[in-house]
């Protein structure tokens, strides 16, 4: 941990109001970005990076940082996004587990950034045409199973089928593979 961490932490423990808005300004934007890509809901995305800078707040004066500052706060939001998806009963563990797991070996991986691979995720899906984007979400950040889509968005099974093969190829040529491969595989 450098100097400058300690020196940071040390003002923070102040709680003056110049201590907050450095925490807001230098994190808040990209911490809601970064739960984003797991939660797919900003306002769930913005709730839970808000709840993490009270708590982080409310408990400064025990706080001992143990890395670097952005490390904290990114795997922060990273458990509490996965315990989040936990707790609504996300369709598959298993995938949960995979995604944990890709994300750390991705995190390791000096050459990707992650601001870049969530931005590159976001940017993906937002391309995708309206309907294509709602049944990609459904299926794999909601669980939901074609049949349900199709009800939900009162389509064929044929139409979410199509759809959803247009739209994981459309991510697929736009996307890292590595970050397609977490996600839509």
């Excluded at 309907?131 to 939900?152: M, S």
Aim: hydrophobic fraction near 40%; proline fraction near 1%.
């Amino acid at each position: 941990m450098g100097q400058i961490e300690n020196l940071t932490i040390s003002n923070l423990k102040k709680k003056t109001e110049e201590g907050f808005d450095y925490l807001y300004h230098r994190y808040y934007k990209n911490l809601v970005n970064y739960a984003f890509t797991f939660l797919l809901d900003s306002s769930e995305a913005e709730d839970l990076v808000q709840n993490l800078f009270i708590h982080f707040w409310e408990n400064l004066e025990s706080f001992q940082l143990k890395g670097t500052l952005d490390g904290f706060f990114y795997t922060s939001v990273k458990n509490r996004c996965l315990n989040k998806l936990k707790s609504i009963d996300v369709y598959d563990k298993h995938k949960i587990l995979y995604i944990e797991a890709m994300l750390v070996h991705l995190s390791r991986e000096e050459e990707i950034d992650k601001n870049v691979l969530e931005e590159e995720l976001l940017m993906a899906i937002s391309n995708l045409p309206v309907q294509a984007r709602e049944i990609i979400v459904l299926k794999y950040f909601k669980g939901q199973k074609i049949a349900e889509i199709a009800e939900t968005l009162n389509l064929s099974e044929n139409t979410v089928k199509t759809q959803l093969k247009r739209g994981k190829s459309k991510l697929r040529n736009e996307m890292n593979p590595k970050l397609f491969s977490i996600f839509f595989l």
